[in-house]
């Protein structure tokens, strides 16, 4: 069974540009999630989606991070203006049901903005 | 709040040695989800044990085992047999019920030396 794939690995922008990250979930998994991952910080939440759905996106960033789901598979996340604060490692989940104990994680994409 | 503490940025362990992970939580819901996550240098999240709130018996998986103490809010996390794969960064995280996403630690750094 493929894991969660996510691209690109690292990316390098200047601050006030715009930036995308893609995730595939795990197959027929309906839950997708986005954390952010600051350096020696754990993990937090940006966006849950349940297949199409937004379940929370509270901690998300609005003004400047928007993230979509089409067809309840594949998911983006953007950024956009970017801001020093927001480099760090995002990482994309996926888990079978909702509340599912187990989130399957990707290998996260390192975005540096300078 | 603070959900998840974990107060021991990094710890060194000799190899085939145990090794206890510390981890405190914070709730005030009787039914929750405890969790251990291991990631490596590459990045990716690697699910390793779970607790639930109700289960009797502390979770173990191979090598992992969880001291689960409930009235302390303490679920640690005990590595036995150390190995030289086992050096990663160790994230203690919990689920409640009606908050499907996880809240992590800040993590601790474990070496294994040879």
């Known amino acids: 069974e493929a894991g969660v794939a996510q691209s690109p690995r690292y990316k390098i922008i200047e601050k006030r540009q715009s930036v995308a990250f893609w995730c595939n979930p795990i197959s027929g998994h309906a839950t997708l999630y986005w954390y952010q991952q600051i350096l020696g910080q754990g993990p937090k939440l940006l966006i849950q989606?349940?297949?199409?759905?937004?379940?929370?996106d509270s901690q998300l960033p609005k003004d400047r991070f928007s993230a979509e789901r089409l067809k309840g598979v594949d998911s983006t996340l953007k950024i956009q203006p970017a801001k020093l604060e927001d480099s760090a490692v995002y990482l994309c989940?996926?888990?079978?049901?909702?509340?599912?104990?187990?989130?399957?994680f990707g290998p996260g994409t390192r975005l540096t903005v300078t | 709040a603070q959900k998840i503490t974990q107060t021991q940025p990094g710890m060194f362990v000799q190899e085939k040695e145990a090794v206890t992970l510390d981890c405190t939580y914070d709730t005030s819901d009787p039914s929750y989800g405890l969790f251990w996550y291991k990631q490596p240098s590459s990045g990716e999240m690697i699910f390793l044990i779970y607790?639930?709130?109700?289960?009797?018996q502390n979770a173990t998986e191979g090598r992992y085992s969880l001291n689960f103490q409930k009235a302390r809010k303490s679920a640690n996390l005990v590595i036995s047999a150390s190995q030289l794969g086992d050096s990663a960064m160790y994230f203690c995280?919990?689920?409640?019920?009606?908050?499907?996403?996880?809240?992590f630690g800040a993590g601790t750094t474990v070496t294994v030396r040879a």
């Open positions: 989940a996926s888990s079978s049901i909702l509340g599912d104990y187990e989130q399957y």
């Open positions: 989606f349940q297949n199409n759905g937004v379940v929370d």
């Open positions: 607790q639930g709130s109700y289960d009797q």
């Open positions: 995280a919990m689920r409640e019920p009606n908050d499907y996403k996880l809240s």
